[in-house]
């Protein structure tokens, strides 16, 4: 699914009825004014797994998946690992080496695509550690951590 840029009223994003056959009819929808705009906000819950996805004009304009958890057995996210993460690296890039994110956020706003993606399965740490990595137009623009060891 695409997320269209909402400063262009969400050319480039997937429709509604695309999204919906995909995923099935939402669990709850809503609308509400963000900065001015009116924007429709459809929500698919499955056990403790949420995809929430914004709607302006009809098409996708930012996309949110929450409380996914990965089975991962290996703990290659660790604090050294997150260290070598560089400034630049693209998503990809840290999909490849860490799997999918537990959780993601991804908009598009006057062309500049933004993605935040944060780990906190399959981690070596404290129990409640996580790894936070904000992406902009495909490069590493900001990372965090909590309690990785």
Do not use: C
Not at 70 to 85: E, Q
Request: proline share 1%.
């Amino acid at each position: 699914m695409k997320v269209g840029d909402i400063a262009q009223q969400g050319a480039g994003g997937t429709s509604i009825d695309e999204v919906t056959t995909l995923l099935g009819q939402p669990t709850s929808t809503s609308t509400a004014k963000v900065s001015g705009f009116k924007v429709k906000s459809y929500n698919w819950t499955k056990s403790d797994t949420s995809i929430l996805v914004q709607f302006f004009h009809k098409k996708a304009i930012t996309k949110t998946i929450s409380g996914f958890k990965w089975d991962r057995t290996s703990k290659k996210l660790d604090l050294k690992a997150f260290n070598k993460v560089k400034d630049d690296s693209s998503y990809e890039s840290l999909v490849k080496s860490f799997g999918e994110p537990d959780g993601l956020n991804e908009n598009v706003i006057m062309g500049q695509t933004n993605v935040t993606a944060v780990y906190m399965t399959g981690i070596k740490g404290k129990e409640g550690a996580n790894a936070t990595f904000v992406f902009d137009n495909n490069k590493l623009t900001s990372k965090a951590q909590t309690d990785l060891k």
